[in-house]
């Protein structure tokens, strides 16, 4: 028997062995040892067999893995023609570069499981490190969950973040605080222009808004739906600049904004002597806008850095500790103010 095939009998097991025998990912034994409830039963009981089975221990394999490493990440993308995920790619990708890693990336047009499986079987195929998947699709989160990878795994999900190896933006939150700020300038309700089914982030900008109205005891008008798109947001507009009701708007992101805006000027609706507008991601060009919007910004630089980060602790077997979420910040500009009386 070889000295090299001694010197693997002998190492001691790494969190990818559990997963491996267990046949969950790397994900979901990081929150079986975090504690996280995340978890179904059976996964755990798994998880916890291998953890035994192995003689598992936490930190035990930090210097054995080192030497195993490619130093290089893969990244599976969705969306990325969204300004959020694109700043998000070139966020990991500049951390990956300046800790001396390659990145590898799979751009997804279809969010199915053998889609995504052959993704995730493309990039363990050359021997990547660990994987970061962009998930902003609700389809996408679901399909990946379960899904045996056999390296670390770090997920962003809109909307989630538990602190280890799910990052994200607390965008309910954004979303309260962008109708809160309407809200206290006086208007008596504020109507939203949404982003499309099947969006995490959508769906909570729409959750954070709905609980906001609710905790003023508001009237909830239906959400009118766009497609991220400035068309969209025009389309929206035309519509909402028909109700002479409306004099407040929440828009899910600053390109419907932008087509919104123009709809309204169109309709000889001002802004924001007739109508407040709040945007959602502080793009470079909304305070350019005319007039320059308020909106919600997201710090997508922040969690592009802490993907990484989290994934670098996973390659090296090192112990997670949960940090509180990204938060949003409100940005004040010339498109809000009171109703007119």
Known sequence: MSAGHDDEQRRAPVMRDV????????????????GSPLVSTESRARVEAAVRQLGYRRHASARALASRQTMNIGVVSVGTWQYGPSMLLFSITEAAREAGYATSLMTLAHTGRPSIQAALDHLTGDSVDGIIILAPLTAAATTVEGMSVG??????????????????????????????HLLE???????????????????????GWRAELAA??????EVVTGDWSSQSG????RVLADDADVTAVFVANDQMALGLLKALAEAD?????????????DIPEARYYDPALTTVRMDFAEVGRRCF???????RDKYLEPVAPVRPELVVRASTAPPRR
């Open 269 to 281: 609706v001002r802004v924001p002597e007739d109508v407040s507008v709040v945007g959602f991601d």
């Open 19 to 34: 997963a491996r025998l267990a046949g969950v990912s790397h994900q979901t034994v990081s929150r079986v040892l975090n």
């Open 309 to 315: 980060e989290r994934l670098l602790h996973l390659i």
């Open 234 to 237: 025009y389309a929206a507009g």
């Open 151 to 180: 390296v670390p795994l770090v997920m962003f999900e809109p909307g989630v973040d538990n602190g280890t190896t799910l990052v994200g933006i607390d965008e309910a939150l954004g979303a309260r605080l962008a109708t809160r």
């Open 216 to 221: 003023g005891r508001r009237v909830t008008h």
């Open 185 to 207: 300038l006086g208007h008596r309700t504020v109507h939203q222009v949404g982003g499309p089914d099947g969006w995490l982030g959508a769906e909570a900008r729409i959750r």
